[in-house]
């Protein structure tokens, strides 16, 4: 039993537990943020461009040899718009929990 309360004692030194959780919320964040990206953003905000293509999605954007830059673009965009949520997030929790303690 030495080495099960060996794993106790490093779930809770290294506080596991909080870091799945944190693991578990930063998943679902992400998860709504790419259906914001993905469902609202991009349709909106390309559906002229779209359009004038003749293409329902995004995805389906490609030239005759088969490049899906429609794809790509749209990979972007989530991309851009997780990397600014996330530190939008990273910002507002250093100047609330370390404040002016941040060197």
Known sequence: MASLGGFAEFIKEYNIAWMAVAFVMWAKVAEWVWSLVGDVLTPALLAPAMEKAWVANIAELAT????????????????????????????????????????
């Open 64 to 103: 005759e040899g088969g490049i899906l830059y429609g794809k790509f673009l749209a990979s972007t965009i989530d991309f851009l718009v997780v990397a600014f949520v996330m530190y939008l997030l990273v910002t507002y929790l250093v100047k609330k929990f370390l404040g002016d303690h941040v060197e």
